[in-house]
Antibody, heavy 125, light 107 residues
Framework: QVQLVESGGGVVQPGGSLTLSCAAS????????MHWVRQAPGKGLAWVAL????????FYADSVKGRFAISRDNTNNTLYLQMDSLSADDTAIYYC??????????????????WGRGTRVTVSS | DIQVTQSPASVSASVGDRVTITCRAS??????LAWYQQEPGKAPKLLIF???RLQGGVPSRFSGSRSGTDFTLTINNLQPEDFATYYC?????????FGGGTKVEIK
């Protein structure tokens, strides 16, 4: 079954840290660029980060640069998001998403063709 | 950063209607634009990429077009399952950015 399943969300105090995981199945994970996208309560979608299929390149939104780290384990088909120095503005549902295409150089990894159901992160004291 | 301005924020329509949603990019993004559908409480779903290419499994009543930096999503013969929120996303350059969303509501 082709799916992405996020885990690791929860309630964390301001300034705290959290690590999200995303388990992939049903497709060749090691061929796919992978993203994190978030959605604050009642708000729209906001792209967070992308990691290249082999983990050699990582890209971040300015709002999380220096605080969040995206990584992947292609042996275990798992994507991660390490989040540090969390603030209330980071409260959101966090989705992992698969980039489309299998050729990194055609750019289609910028389209998100498979999404997980999300994991909720609440930053509150 | 490339801004994508989506309009309208909401639209009321009836089953069988045609609905048009527009996104305008703040600079040339060629055809690097996607459209997503998000039903309440669910994850987004890719509908169209490359401005006009229909994702596999998406009904043909959905279509996309481009005119310069203006992009349009058209839903013909609106069905009950189409009442949802729609987002555009530019895929031309980092950071990837989404439009603010359009909620399609039942009239």
């Amino acid at each position: 079954q082709v799916q992405l399943v996020e885990s690791g969300g929860g309630v964390v105090q301001p300034g705290g840290s959290l690590t999200l995981s995303c388990a992939a199945s049903g497709f060749t994970f090691s061929n796919s660029g992978m993203h994190w996208v978030r959605q604050a309560p009642g708000k729209g979608l906001a792209w967070v980060a992308l990691i290249r299929y082999d983990g050699t390149n990582k890209f971040y939104a300015d709002s999380v640069k220096g605080r969040f780290a995206i990584s992947r384990d292609n042996t275990n088909n798992t994507l991660y998001l390490q989040m540090d120095s969390l603030s209330a503005d980071d409260t959101a549902i966090y989705y992992c998403a698969k980039g489309a295409g299998t050729n990194w150089y055609d750019g289609e990894w910028a389209y998100l063709d498979l999404w997980g159901r999300g994991t909720r992160v609440t930053v509150s004291s | 950063d490339i801004q994508v301005t989506q309009s309208p924020a909401s639209v009321s329509a009836s089953v069988g209607d045609r609905v048009t949603i527009t996104c305008r990019a703040s600079q040339d993004i060629s055809s690097w634009l996607a459209w997503y559908q998000q039903e309440p409480g669910k994850a987004p779903k890719l509908l169209i990429f490359g401005a006009s290419r229909l994702q596999g499994g998406v009904p043909s009543r959905f279509s996309g077009s481009r005119s310069g930096t203006d992009f349009t999503l058209t839903i013909n013969n609106l069905q009950p399952e189409d009442f949802a929120t729609y987002y555009c996303q530019q895929a031309n350059s980092f950071p990837l950015t989404f439009g603010g969303g359009t909620k399609v509501e039942i009239k």
